[in-house]
């Protein structure tokens, strides 16, 4: 059963950059899509980033360019880097595997537990 | 953006209920839409993909059904362990969004 454990630093300083990372056991990087997701309190969950084994990304544009996803395959983890964070950022951040079904069906098949994050001023 | 909108935000049922969660696309997305199940500190579990398709190890009381804008998701024979919060999200667009969630408590 694979399994996803992120892992971060808890609290982070506004305007710094914000670092996470996702170790995945009991199953293999490649061939999958990978993804981080965020909940802020109170709101919906929000996707912020995908990453294909091969390296190939997709961002949410709402992100602009502060975000960036990459994969280690040599150490069955992928990572996300988020720049310039404000207190809008605090939320609970998850990683999870995209799945790829056919021409045009995704779905989220294994999540982590999710990572508290707090931005302090 | 496709805009998710669930409803209710949160309802009460007793276990043996047969429950009901709506979830609304601000467009049309076919049948491109999944649901999740949360529990407090635990990680989301995926209960159906494409509307109305089962995922893996799931229990067949849960259902889906929907198309375009209009999308249900089922519960029939509430038990305990189902007390939980759920929510929708649409793949049509691989700009991902999720509706704001249905929290299911006991009455």
């Known amino acids: 059963q694979v399994q996803l454990q992120e892992s971060g630093p808890g609290l982070v300083k506004a305007s710094e950059t914000l670092s996470l990372t996702c170790s995945v056991s009991g199953g293999t990087v490649a061939s999958y899509y990978w993804a981080w997701i965020r909940q802020a309190p109170g709101q919906a969950l929000e996707w912020i980033a995908n990453i294909f084994y091969t390296g190939t990304t997709s961002y949410n544009p709402s992100f602009q360019s502060r975000v960036t996803i990459s994969v280690d395959m040599s150490k069955s983890q992928f990572s996300l880097t988020l720049n310039s964070v404000t207190a809008t950022d605090t939320a609970v951040y998850y990683c999870?595997?995209?799945?790829?079904?056919?021409?045009?069906?995704?779905?989220?098949?294994?999540w982590g537990r999710g990572t508290p994050v707090t931005v302090s001023s | 953006d496709i805009q998710m909108t669930q409803s209710p935000s949160s309802l009460s049922a007793s276990v043996g209920d047969r429950v009901s969660i709506t979830c609304r696309a601000g467009q049309s997305i076919g049948r491109h839409l999944n649901w999740y199940q949360q529990k407090p500190g635990e990680a989301p579990q995926l209960l159906i993909y494409?509307?109305?398709n089962l995922g893996s190890g799931v229990p067949s009381r849960f259902s889906g059904s929907g198309y375009g804008t209009h999308f249900s998701l089922t519960i029939t024979g509430l038990q305990p362990e189902d007390f939980a919060t759920y929510f929708c999200q649409q793949s049509s667009s691989t700009l991902f969004t999720f509706g704001g969630g249905t929290k299911v408590e006991i009455k």
């Open positions: 999870a595997r995209l799945i790829r079904m056919g021409a045009d069906s995704y779905f989220f098949d294994h």
């Open positions: 494409d509307a109305s």
